[in-house]
């Protein structure tokens, strides 16, 4: 009776052994989950910002082109008044 405890008692450690890793995997498999997550969601984050940064960009670089059509618009209009004046005097 005495080697069926000492079987029984070892079988029982092993057992609550297994039990206590299987649950330290648990637990290490949701704390990387949980990990990964955030950072899934933070990486989508920058490249939204990023997308967001291009357009603005993009408009900013059209708005540039805009202006600097109009500046040359008004240089030949100040060009012909300032010849005018000049015939007119």
Do not use: C, P
């Amino acid at each position: 009776m005495k080697s069926f405890d000492i079987y029984g008692f070892t079988f029982l450690v092993a057992g609550m052994i297994l039990m206590l890793m299987l649950a330290w995997q648990w637990f290490k498999m949701h704390q990387i989950r949980i990990t990964s997550t955030a950072e899934i969601a933070r990486d989508e984050a920058y490249r939204k910002l990023t997308e967001e940064a291009i357009l603005t960009q993009q408009k900013m670089n059209e708005n540039q082109q805009k202006m600097l059509e109009e500046l040359f618009e008004l240089r030949i209009r100040i060009t012909s008044i300032e010849k005018m004046l000049r015939e007119v005097e």
